[in-house]
């Protein structure tokens, strides 16, 4: 008579060792050594959390890492709070922001267009800078798709970066030309979102 306990646990081994074969496989065919492009793209909520989740994961290892917020940049900012605290001298991170308000509400195109280019132009030197481990894009998809930016130029200086240096963007709306450009693709799909009915959005939750 068998033990069921025993085929159980007989059946789960079985079911390991071969999700285990796939890993290993995977792992020893992954064996390029360079920095990455992820895009957080999609409808849903967490294209910012996720940026930011890997900026404190970066920074832990005592990497140098720069932040640049388009869009956002006049309301307060809880990742910004704390991390700004952080020691310098350990924890090296620059976090830029492009200080306008939304753009359907500052309705103003060139003043829009003149602040976006300004943060750029921090970006654009951080991605030619060799001790920068990770530069984060943040909602860049709208500067590029409001036409502020030219994307050619970022593109370009995004694919010319330092071999060892990762970036990541994010923002709705991602266009073929930065998903072709990146290694890593998440679109953050939307279920439900406590907006659509009728919650406000919370201070430590949602920024």
């Known amino acids: 008579m068998t033990n069921p306990e025993t085929d159980k646990q007989q059946r789960h081994k079985k079911r390991m060792q071969a999700r285990k074969e796939i890993v290993d496989s995977g792992v020893a065919k992954a064996l390029e050594e360079r920095g990455i492009v992820i895009v957080y793209t999609g409808d849903g909520k967490g294209k910012t959390t996720a940026a930011v989740g890997t900026v404190t994961r970066a920074l832990g290892y005592g990497y140098k890492v ?6 956002k940049g006049v309301w307060e900012c809880g ?5 700004g605290q952080l020691p310098a001298d350990k924890y090296p991170l620059q976090w830029h922001e492009m200080g306008t308000d939304f753009t359907w ?17 921090k970006l654009k030197v951080a991605l030619a800078d060799d001790s920068v481990y990770l530069v984060v894009m943040d909602e860049l998809t709208y500067a590029l798709n409001y036409k502020w930016l030219d994307k050619a130029e970022v593109v370009d200086a995004i694919k010319n970066r330092p071999f ?8 709705r709306g991602a266009k073929q030309y930065l998903l072709d450009a990146a290694d890593t693709v998440t679109e953050m799909k939307s279920v439900k979102h406590a907006f659509e009915n009728g919650v406000s959005a919370r201070k430590g939750i949602e920024w």
């Open 66 to 71: 720069v932040v640049g917020q388009f869009i």
């Open 79 to 83: 990742e910004k709070n704390l991390l």
């Open 105 to 121: 509400e500052t309705q103003d195109f060139e003043a829009d267009k003149a602040a976006a280019l300004a943060l750029w132009g």
């Open 164 to 171: 060892e240096q990762s970036v990541i963007i994010t923002g």
